[in-house]
């Protein structure tokens, strides 16, 4: 009894010095040799504490800062990161700063910037920490793997978003932004003419519903079960943000949270399978033109030699980056023309005369039409999104 005792106890001390150990590189080890070696090259940057990094000084500053500084709708960075613009004053255009476990290096000289734009992912890489901290999300999918991997997964969906197949796409933008007019023109009419509309619902839903049509060939209807279990999962996974630098330790954890996310994640991959399936199923595929070709070449390129991991994998990985990124970032710059429109009402002014002008009275614009466009071209310098 007395040697079981023992060995137990030699067993719990060798997992807590492994624990120790572990603990101690990412939060201690590892980091210090990042900031050496970054040193050496002459990136400087504020001195962070051993569990926060540099975490409580941005706290500080934003709350400094913040009763003293005028609101710029051009100006996000000084509103949401002002310890950035504090940074670079003091430290340059490159400097290191860390958020406890992670150290990350802000890189703002243009001519840095130009020369890692020139890399590709499939040699620079995407970082370790992405890979696992964004995995429930984004999966396998494009924007996440590296190498070969991704050389296929490009070359699986790119032709997709060739010119002919996005002119195709103009019919069903239109098709999906009609009610919208119409609610907002019933809100209007019923308040008398004039009201304040908080638009972000409405344009994330108009996202969606795009993304659907054109990508999936299913309305918003069909779709809104796996963009409402990705926004609850994209708010799970970011609770793991706040315990710095000790997210993959603590998702193994049986909390409340793991296990929500393990449910939303096989919820989602269900969904997704299930809508894989019933276009594996249809019967002469060609009437549907462009309204699910990306789920049909990501279904295809589920079966190609290119790819590390399942079919079922490369399918839900794909098609949860495609939900997710697109639908988000598509509804986040419309929000933020539309506030930039709403704030400089002459630009408004003339694009609107501009399109009234090229649509000679038609009810919609098509594809020749939009690359007549001067003012809301994605070419101006004030427009591009």
């Given at each position: 009894?007395?040697?079981?005792?023992?060995?137990?106890?030699?067993?719990?001390?060798?997992?807590?010095g492994l624990a120790l150990f572990y603990l101690s590189n990412i939060l201690w080890l590892r980091p210090g040799k990042i900031r050496k070696r970054l040193r050496r090259?002459?990136?400087?940057?504020?001195?962070?504490?051993?569990?926060?990094?540099?975490?409580?000084?941005?706290?500080?500053?934003?709350?400094?800062?913040?009763?003293?500084?005028?609101?710029?709708?051009?100006?996000?960075?000084?509103?949401?990161?002002?310890?950035?613009?504090?940074?670079?004053?003091?430290?340059?255009?490159?400097?290191?700063?860390?958020?406890?476990?992670?150290?990350?290096?802000?890189v703002s000289q243009p001519d840095m910037v130009k020369d890692i734009g020139h890399w590709t992912p499939s040699e620079l890489g995407k970082p370790n920490y992405l890979?696992?901290?964004?995995?429930?999300?984004?999966?396998?999918?494009?924007?996440?793997?590296?190498?070969?991997?991704?050389?296929?997964?490009?070359?699986?969906?790119?032709?997709?978003?060739?010119?002919?197949?996005?002119?195709?796409?103009?019919?069903?933008?239109?098709?999906?932004?009609?009610?919208?007019?119409?609610?907002?023109?019933?809100?209007?009419?019923?308040?008398?003419?004039?009201?304040?509309?908080?638009?972000?619902?409405?344009?994330?839903?108009?996202?969606?519903?795009?993304?659907?049509?054109?990508?999936?060939?299913?309305?918003?209807?069909?779709?809104?079960?796996?963009?409402?279990?990705?926004?609850?999962?994209?708010?799970?996974?970011?609770?793991?943000?706040?315990?710095?630098?000790?997210?993959?330790?603590?998702?193994?954890?049986?909390?409340?949270?793991?296990?929500?996310?393990?449910?939303?994640?096989?919820?989602?991959?269900?969904?997704?399978?299930?809508?894989?399936?019933?276009?594996?199923?249809?019967?002469?595929?060609?009437?549907?033109?462009?309204?699910?070709?990306?789920?049909?070449?990501?279904?295809?390129?589920?079966?190609?030699?290119?790819?590390?991991?399942?079919?079922?994998?490369?399918?839900?990985?794909n098609c949860k980056t495609m939900y997710f990124a697109g639908h988000e970032s598509t509804a986040v710059t419309a929000i933020w023309c539309l506030m930039l429109l709403?704030?400089?009402?002459?630009?408004?002014?003339?694009?609107?005369?501009?399109?009234?002008?090229?649509?000679?009275?038609?009810?919609?614009?098509?594809?020749?039409?939009?690359?007549?466009?001067?003012?809301?071209?994605?070419?101006?310098?004030?427009?591009?999104?």
């Open positions: 009894m007395l040697l079981l005792m023992e060995n137990l106890l030699t067993l719990v001390l060798i997992l807590l090259q002459g990136v400087k940057g504020p001195k962070p504490t051993l569990l926060d990094g540099n975490t409580r000084e941005m706290k500080r500053i934003r709350h400094e800062l913040k009763p003293m500084k005028k609101q710029d709708s051009n100006n996000y960075i000084s509103t949401l990161f002002p310890h950035l613009l504090i940074w670079r004053k003091t430290y340059g255009s490159v400097f290191l700063y860390s958020t406890g476990g992670r150290e990350i290096l802000h890979k696992k901290s964004r995995k429930a999300l984004l999966g396998g999918g494009i924007f996440t793997v590296n190498g070969d991997e991704w050389v296929y997964q490009r070359k699986t969906m790119a032709p997709e978003f060739f010119m002919d197949k996005i002119k195709g796409m103009i019919q069903l933008i239109e098709d999906s932004t009609a009610p919208l007019f119409g609610a907002w023109e019933s809100i209007l009419d019923s308040a008398g003419g004039s009201k304040e509309i908080v638009v972000d619902e409405y344009v994330r839903n108009i996202s969606a519903d795009v993304i659907s049509r054109a990508c999936f060939g299913s309305s918003f209807a069909k779709g809104e079960e796996i963009f409402c279990r990705l926004r609850k999962l994209q708010t799970a996974v970011s609770q793991h943000d706040s315990f710095v630098g000790l997210s993959a330790p603590w998702k193994h954890l049986p909390t409340k949270s793991n296990r929500e996310i393990r449910n939303l994640v096989e919820e989602v991959r269900l969904l997704i399978l299930e809508l894989a399936k019933a276009n594996t199923n249809e019967k002469g595929a060609e009437h549907s033109g462009t309204c699910n070709g990306l789920l049909r070449a990501i279904i295809n390129g589920a079966h190609g030699p290119g790819h590390g991991g399942t079919a079922e994998d490369f399918i839900v990985s709403a704030t400089h009402p002459e630009w408004q002014d003339r694009a609107r005369v501009e399109a009234l002008e090229v649509c000679h009275g038609r009810r919609a614009l098509d594809a020749d039409g939009l690359q007549r466009l001067k003012t809301v071209s994605s070419q101006h310098p004030s427009m591009i999104l």
